[in-house]
């Protein structure tokens, strides 16, 4: 064996369980494996109790603006339109090795995160298709450890942006994966079904998934996700397509989402919601009672539907913070959707994890035997302390090698008969 890890705790709550990795892949999995059947493991580490999980994976992201907050000029308004305007100003001074070098300096942060697979929107709308070249470039030079899935985005509108389809075409031509859209800023309602039917028909000529920003706004009248959901049923894409945001969702009337969530189920489409962003950029115009501005989360699970969890944005013109970090977007997802339920906590630790991996249809995901051996030790004992903690990564293993290490997270204290330290840990 290359690596064992003893003692670890498992996200399906077992506990005292070792595993196994050999070439790359997980082995064994179980409880006290015996060193007469592993043979001599080149590295033994004692997870001491604390928890193993597959990695995070990112459903959402767009890593060709990361780290390019106030270029050239910071949002004034906060809002997602100026982000989308600024984005537009900032095309054109586009340099493509200073957008590979930022991408790379975020992968970075990614895997000292545990972070090892990322869905990203890449912009197609400007001709020379700058950005899609250099994140064709990152993903070759990540893919030793880091799973990255690129989603052509027609960013000013498919119908409204001349050349945008074109440049979707080629852009699927030169390897992107997946094909995206954003119905809801065509011009017109008709025009944005106009747009999602000829993406989903080329998606499905194409053998392609599809992911939409889909009614990212606060209209309950944009519905563009009940075409999406058609388009997949009718075209037989079921379990390969994703609406993204969403956010029109928390202001439609119930009676019309009782109609839809069963049309959304049917036809296996998911969701992605984006606790960080939707609730910053959603509910602007509205003085108070103010909208949370993210999607109905609980509901779409309870109606059977997979949600996962995207991070968007980090330092870019609609977001001016982030690191990384997939439990923070968790622990405001959690927050938003109120899921404070011990269940219900778990099934955000789900949005991160699992759920992600199987929307990206990600191969070899998982802790059972013959899975990759990509897995990160946190310094938690659960999934919810997990995210109470915004727990350290311990260790991060990717194909059964250690990418990423950290240190334990303690304080020292200098109290009078008090502990000598702190870990914000309960019973340890």
């Known amino acids: 064996m290359d690596l064992v890890i003893r003692n670890a705790s498992l996200p399906d709550g077992r506990t005292g369980i070792d595993i196994a990795v050999r070439d790359g892949r997980i082995a064994e999995v179980g409880p006290a494996l015996a060193l007469s059947f592993l043979g001599q493991a080149a590295r033994e580490i004692d997870a001491g109790g604390d928890l193993v999980t597959p990695p995070f994976v990112d459903a959402h992201f767009h890593m060709d603006s990361t780290l390019s907050y106030g270029m050239p000029r910071v949002n004034a308004s906060g809002t997602l339109l100026e982000g989308i305007a600024l984005w537009g100003e900032l095309k054109p001074q586009l ?59 027609p960013q000013d509108g498919l119908l409204r942006s001349p050349g945008a389809f074109d440049n979707l075409k080629r852009a699927v031509a030169m390897g992107v994966d997946v094909v995206g859209g954003i119905p809801h800023f065509e011009r017109t309602m008709a025009q944005g079904a106009e747009s999602v039917r000829l993406l989903c028909e080329f998606a499905a000529d194409q053998g392609l998934r599809v992911d939409m920003h889909c009614d990212e706004t606060d209209d309950p009248l944009s519905r563009h996700i009940e075409t999406l959901a058609y388009e997949t049923w009718r075209l037989g894409l079921q379990g390969r397509v994703a609406g993204s945001h969403l956010t029109s969702m ?119 035997p013959g899975c990759h051996a990509d897995f990160v030790l946190l310094d938690a004992a659960t999934p919810v302390e997990a995210i109470r903690l915004r727990a350290a990564r311990r260790l991060v293993v990717r194909r059964g090698a250690v990418v990423a290490e950290a240190p334990a997270a303690r304080a020292t204290l200098r109290l009078p008969g008090r502990p000598a330290t702190v870990d914000f840990r309960i019973g340890r």
């Not at 994140?135 to 450890?145: F, G, S, T, Y």
């Open 95 to 153: 340099v493509q090795e200073a957008l590979v070098e930022r991408a790379l300096q975020y992968c970075d942060w990614a895997v000292a995160r545990g972070l090892l697979a990322i869905r990203t929107h890449v912009d197609v709308c400007d001709d020379r298709l700058l950005a899609v070249e250099a994140l064709l470039e990152v993903r070759r030079r990540v893919a030793p450890w880091l799973d990255l899935q690129l989603v052509a985005f």
């Open 250 to 368: 928390h202001s439609m009337d119930n009676y019309y989402v009782s109609k839809l969530l069963p049309l959304m189920r049917e036809s296996g489409v998911a969701a992605i919601a984006n606790p960080l962003i939707n609730i910053t950029l959603q509910g602007r115009h509205d003085t108070y009672p103010k909208r949370r501005g993210m999607t109905r989360v609980p509901e779409l699970l309870a109606a059977g539907i997979d949600v996962a969890f995207g991070h968007d944005c980090v330092m870019d013109p609609w977001y001016g913070l982030g690191s990384g970090d997939m439990l923070e977007v968790a622990h405001m997802g959690l927050h938003v959707a109120q899921m404070t339920g011990q269940e219900a906590m778990r099934q955000c630790f789900l949005a991160v994890t699992e759920t992600p991996a199987r929307i990206l249809g990600l191969e070899g995901y998982g802790l059972a």
